[in-house]
């Protein structure tokens, strides 16, 4: 017998349609497993190639990747591996003596003596930023086919299909149909690209390979090789093989290419490694070739689709007026741009953020850079690296939400390996224990503060990161992970600000310094530029979160009670957050004239988001300030870069404003998106493609309060659609389904057995339930 429990209420429903609607949930025990979820048509497709390589289409499988440019005579395949870096650590990064002048500084700018501050950080704490390409991401090489007599092309189309991770070329020329296959294998670490035609003996290609005078090359009838060692000498190693695999026809070597003539069919496998982790790159690189170099195509591909679609597939996004794939991408998207709208090609969007993901980062792997994986030539903007004063945690936000728990966990690793080199600069700048990191790291692990101060003297990346090891453990609930992994580094990075923050001799209360509100700058009463102050509010929003995140994690564990108490004692110490004359949250502790009052960055809403500390039951006049803030921000031009757009969409949907985090969603794929979909700042940087989509989702459902908030910020222009396998904190997996504006249909699947607690509107439910425990609602009870 399947045991079942039924709990109804009548629920008032605020809406321009329906008043009162009955509500019924029930729920019972289920033991099977749910049905495949149904995925429209999921492609970006155009009807003639690309010269540009942010133009082209990317696949990967969390390390290895292409942008392909789909070029039928010319074809170019930017590779990708996502350790080919140069640099190496340096223990020595950080300035000599910087600590001696810590108190000095701060003693400066309780003073109000800002700009003498910013001379001496300057001068005695800030490093030099390292000279281009000294410590960076490279592109692996660019794979050049060429293809002779295609003088009569027609019937083009390439097309990277989401639900299948394929990417495809087709066309016809002179009678002949011809198609070219592109993926990247996760299982079988290894791309694999396919050239057939409709008829035998048609394929007629060269192949060779470019990357630069250091290359080394080796040229076989069916193998490409080729070496490095990186940055001249200071970075990685490398080694690589494509692998030419012929039905039919002949191969032969001219002048360094592979020359294939009248095959009926050619697979082309590319193995790459490096001596990143410590292996040698040759080794490795020989073994992975063996294993894969005798595998049919088919089977290649059979294990590659299994394996992207049991992540792919446990999430469904559908938005009214979906109509499908009547228009190439480009042509839809530049139809939005001149002033239309398209709600298939968000539901598209969405699930290219998501495909993205899985395809840059995996377990095992590096954390998705400024660029995911992709990278054309050796200078990438800004390295590549991992920008950790937002753009590296927005490329993470949707993991967890979006069903991807696997892919954040590279990111995960990769904050407590920051502790290393973090120790040394917490003691060589601030004579503090614990770790720190600045603004930017790189995969060495860089914690140092460089640069200049408005951006470098930023002491908080390191505590930012922290809580995604949190929000972790808030949806899988895993007590060893918490206790062997995240509580360890939460601690240590508390334990710097334990004995960072100084006393404010005005006020008594204890505050953080030198530090900034990234990257902005306010005016001092001689009207000059500042950005150095004591206490930015985003500085005390992150502590304030790390501190009690550390304390929920002791008594999870229920140990550490005097580290506890310690971080308890401190937050009754710290500044509150505060709100001006003009009704805005302070960026700063003091009521100081901003300079740039359009600035991207909007730091000082950390509370709100991606934190949970301003919400509009909890604290409503924040709420409010929250409100003014933005809409003052957007009135001068803020949000003018796609990263900075998408964190605002995240903030609207916070504010539980559909429409107003719509506009920005139109406003972002208008002003921020390429015809590949790809976000630009400018240029290319995958963060807005990953922030658009925990926008999205928080429009739909929000669990960052304690409870699972149902449709919190629907916007107007989504009158119907459904959302399927979102995921919610303590484990709950969510499917919602509304129409009219109205929820329809809502079903829960406790993962782990927690009490529910549900909101709809304002109505507040809640539910005792068992693992596995499922709920159901569409207006009636039933039995799923």
Known sequence: MIKQQYITALIKLSSKLTCLMLVAFTFFSCNQTKEAKEISPLKIWFNQPTEKWNEGLPIGNGSLGAMIYGNPENEIICLNEETIWTGGKDYNRDKKDAGKYIDTIQKLLFDGDYMDAEAMVQDKILTERLPAGKSTYQMLANLFIE??????????????????????????????????????SFPDKVMVY????????????????????????????????????????????FHAIIHFETKGGF????????????????????????????????????EMYKNVVSTSYKKLFERHTQDYQSLFNRLAFKISDDTGEALPTDERLKQVKEGAVDNYLTQLQYQFGRYLLISSS????????????????????????????????????????????????????????LREMGRITAKKTYNARGFVAHHTSDVWHS???????????????????????????????????????????????????????VEDPKTGLLVTGPSISPENNFLTKEGEKATLNISPTMDRAIVLELFNNCIASAEILNMDKAFSDLLKSKIKQMPPLKIGKDGRLLEWVDELEEAMPGHRHISHLYALHPSNQISKLKTPE???????????????GGGHTGWSRAWIINFYARLLEGNKAYENILALQRKS????????????QIDGNFGVVSGITEMLMQSHTGEIHILPALPAAWASGSIQGIMARKGFEIDITWELGQLKSLEITSKLGNTLNLRYYDKEIEVD???????SFNGELKQI
Request: with cysteine; aromatic share 12%; glycine share 6%.
């Open 622 to 636: 924040l709420f409010e300030a929250a409100k003014k803030t933005i809409a003052g921000r957007l009135s001068k």
């Open 251 to 286: 191969s032969e070597i001219k002048k360094g290419k592979v020359v294939i003539s009248n095959a009926d069919e050619v697979i082309i496998k590319v193995i790459a490694a490096s001596d990143y982790r410590g292996s040698n790159p040759e080794t490795n690189c020989n």
């Open 769 to 775: 339930t068992q693992k596995d425990d499922v709920f």
């Open 447 to 501: 914690t140092a503060a460089f640069g200049k101060a408005r951006y470098g003297m930023w002491p908080m990346g390191a505590a930012w990161c922290a809580q995604h090891l949190f929000t972790h453990y808030e949806y899988t609930e895993d007590k060893t992970y918490l206790e062997k992994e995240a509580y360890p580094i939460m601690k240590e990075a508390a334990l710097f600000f334990v004995d960072f923050m």
């Open 362 to 417: 995996r377990p095992g792997t590096l954390p998705a850079n400024l660029q995911g994986i992709w990278a054309n030539g050796f200078t990438p903007p800004w390295n590549s690296d991992y920008h950790i004063n937002i753009n590296v945690q927005m490329n993470y936000w949707m993991a967890e939400m979006t069903n991807l728990a696997e892919c954040h966990e590279p990111f995960l690793e990769f904050i407590g390996n």
């Open 147 to 184: 293809t002779p007599n295609l003088d009569s092309l027609s019937n083009y189309k390439r097309e990277l299909d989401i639900k299948t991770s394929l990417v495809t070329t087709s066309f016809n020329n002179e009678g002949v149909h011809f198609k070219r296959d592109y993926f990247s």
């Open 194 to 237: 396919k050239y057939s035609a409709d008829k035998k003996g048609e394929i007629n290609l060269s192949a060779w390979v470019k990357r630069n005078k250091q290359t080394e090359i080796s040229v076989s009838d069916n193998k490409i090789e080729f070496f490095e060692h990186v940055g001249n000498g200071h970075g990685v190693k």
């Open 673 to 684: 998106t390429l015809p590949n979909l790809l976000d630009v700042h400018p240029p290319f």
